[in-house]
């Protein structure tokens, strides 16, 4: 049976491990560094998917190629004792609680999932990336609710009901069908006319309901599910969980680490905001982003394009739902 | 905070950003670029 640090180490030289299964090394193809190397720049972990991962791009392709060797030397199984007795094996994930996911129960997900295993592997090992992250994601993004009104390029937050309503309704593309109602306007042909142009909404106004979708849907439709949707929509990211001062890191995050176009900030009234960006552009992005976002504590629901989110422009017991941030 | 707008293309994986995979290689990678650098 392999050691698999000693393996990594075969592979990239000493290892300066910091935990027991993931440590710096010198880069592969640090030669190819166009800026100075630090010694933390490149760093190399033998559980769930074993990767070396540098932060200088030039010398991708000589890391690309290590990972394959690191990837083939791991690729037998082998196990690793722990600090404390318990035993790692090849495929399992360490996560950041400490305790171990076994690699049945990967393998488990991945096919309720109907996923292939290896992608799961990544799935897994990013829950713990993210939940290692999560502490400098809200010090570093930090964005509340006060900045974000602040910083909104188009002052918004002001404009009344009818006004908030219109200015949202320009966030679509003129040839979609919107849906907007309450929660159970859907499923019976009467729904109907909770989906219309957005041309047709522009005239009607902020009357029909208090929610909308991050999702357009196929004209003629009077229920509100994924199979109805037409393909244009937006990602709309919420969370019970996180405050209006603290969900905005989220978005930050979002846009200027992984280049997600923000489109508008919500104010539902109650607890919560909402963002409104691209959707992911494919699925295999959309389950990576989905386990970073819940990792964040958003909800994982938001991905269930169908889900119906608060609209701006209606009253929430009172309060009006409203844009606070909105790009120019 | 100064929000950015991206080319929708460029959006980043969180699985690289966050280190769990490296970085895919570019889809074209010319070798005499690639021994110049």
């Known amino acids: 049976m392999i050691d698999p640090r000693q393996a990594a180490a075969g592979i990239v030289g000493a290892v300066d491990w910091h935990s027991a299964v993931s440590g710096y090394c010198r880069c592969p193809g640090e030669s190819l560094h166009t800026h100075k190397t630090g010694k933390k720049d490149c760093r190399v ?10 932060f200088h791009s030039s010398c ?3 890391v690309a190629e290590a990972n394959k060797r690191l990837r083939r030397g791991l690729g037998s199984p082998w196990t690793l004792r722990l600090p404390d007795g318990r035993v790692l094996r090849a495929g399992d994930v360490l996560q950041s609680s400490g305790a171990v996911l076994p690699r049945e129960v990967v393998l488990a997900r991945a096919q309720a ?5 290896g992608e799961q592997l990544i799935l897994e090992t990013l829950v713990v990336m993210a939940e290692r992250f999560k502490p400098e994601l809200f010090e570093t993004f930090h964005w509340p609710f006060a900045q974000i009104v602040e ?18 309704l320009k966030l679509w593309p003129a ?64 969370s019970d969980t996180l405050a209006k001062d603290e969900v905005g890191a989220v978005f930050a995050y979002l846009n200027l680490r992984l280049h997600f176009n923000l489109h508008a900030v919500i104010d ?37 394009y169908s889900q119906p989110v608060r609209v701006p422009g209606a009253y929430r017991n009172g309060k009006l739902q409203r844009i606070v941030w909105l790009k120019s | 905070m100064e929000i950015k707008e991206f080319d929708p293309t460029a959006q980043v ?12 290689l570019p889809e074209i990678v010319s070798l005499r670029v690639f021994a110049e650098t």
């Not at chain 1, 990576?288 to 991905?303: E, I, M, Y």
Request: with cysteine; proline share 8%; glycine share 8%.
């Open chain 1, 45 to 54: 972990c033998v559980d769930g998917v074993p990767t070396i991962f540098c």
């Open chain 1, 60 to 62: 991708a392709p000589a």
């Open chain 1, 113 to 117: 999932e109907g996923r292939n295993p």
């Open chain 1, 175 to 238: 040839h979609c069908h919107v849906w907007i109602g309450d929660v159970y306007s859907s499923g019976r042909p009467e729904h109907r006319t909770h989906f219309r142009p957005v041309a047709d909404w522009y005239q009607i106004g902020p009357v029909m309901g208090n929610y909308t979708c991050g999702a357009a849907f196929k004209a003629g439709t009077y229920s509100r599910s994924n199979a109805n949707c037409d393909g244009t929509r937006f990602l709309v990211v919420e």
């Open chain 1, 151 to 168: 910083d909104s390029p188009l002052k918004v937050c002001d404009r009344d009901a009818d006004d908030q309503f219109r200015t949202w």
């Open chain 2, 13 to 24: 994986d969180p699985a690289v950003d966050l280190k769990a995979i490296p970085p895919p």
């Open chain 1, 268 to 304: 539902t009234a109650g607890k919560s905001l909402h963002g409104w960006f691209d959707a992911p552009r494919d699925k295999h992005l959309e389950a990576r982003l989905k386990a970073t976002l819940t990792v964040f504590g958003c909800d994982s629901k938001l991905f269930t």
